[in-house]
C-alpha cells in the first residue's frame, strides 16, 4: 500500500494525530496492513512474531492455553486497540497469547525490530511509544487480575 493511503488511515486514529510530524512520519515508515479471515490464527502463544499490531476492522480474541480446558479467550480486543507488544520488547520476546481473528480482521502492523530503532533513535517519540505500550500492559494485567479474582476469588463483603 501506498505511504500516503496509509498515513490517511493513521492520521484518523486519535493517538497519531497527537503526534509531530517527523514522528508521524517514522511510525508510517515502518507500518504496513495485513488482513485475516475468521478462525485464522494471527500468532501463537510461544512463538516469536515481528509485528506490533493495530486493529482497523474486526475484533481479535487473546487466548491462553489451560491443561483441561484447552483454549480459553482471555480478552477480545476491538477497532484501534493494539495488540502483540511482547514483540517490542527484547527481553520478553516470544508471544504471551495466542491471537486468532474474530470475523474477518484488517490491521496495521509495525515491524518491531524497526519500531524498537526508531525509539532508541528518537528518544522522544521513543518516550511516547513505551508509555502507551505501558499502558496497554497494566490494563491487561489489570483485566487478568479480575479474572482471577472472578475465579479463584471467595465471597465479597
Known amino acids: ?5 496509509l498515513a490517511d488511515i493513521l492520521g484518523q486514529n486519535p493517538w497519531f ?3 509531530e510530524p517527523a514522528h508521524f512520519e517514522k511510525l508510517v ?3 504496513g496492513l495485513d488482513s ?3 478462525g485464522q490464527t494471527i500468532f501463537a ?7 506490533l499490531y493495530l486493529i482497523l476492522e474486526g475484533r481479535v480474541a487473546l487466548e491462553k492455553y489451560m491443561p483441561n480446558r484447552g483454549r480459553v479467550t482471555i480478552l477480545t480486543l476491538g477497532t484501534s486497540e493494539i495488540f502483540g507488544w511482547s514483540a517490542v520488547l527484547p527481553v520478553v520476546g516470544t508471544r504471551t497469547a ?7 480482521v484488517q490491521v496495521v502492523a509495525f515491524d518491531s525490530a524497526a519500531l524498537r530503532q526508531v ?18 500492559i497494566a490494563g491487561r494485567l489489570s483485566a487478568t487480575r479480575l479474572q482471577l479474582l472472578d475465579m479463584y476469588g471467595g465471597s465479597r463483603e
Open 17 to 19: 494525530q497527537s503526534l
Open 29 to 31: 515508515a515502518i507500518a
Open 45 to 51: 502463544e510461544g512463538e516469536q512474531d515481528n509485528h
Open 119 to 136: 525509539c532508541d533513535d528518537d528518544h522522544d517519540l521513543g518516550y511516547l511509544v513505551y508509555r502507551r505500550l505501558t499502558n496497554i
Open 98 to 104: 495466542t491471537a486468532r481473528a474474530v470475523g474477518s
Open 36 to 38: 485475516w479471515e475468521d
Open 1 to 5: 500500500m501506498a505511504s500516503e493511503a
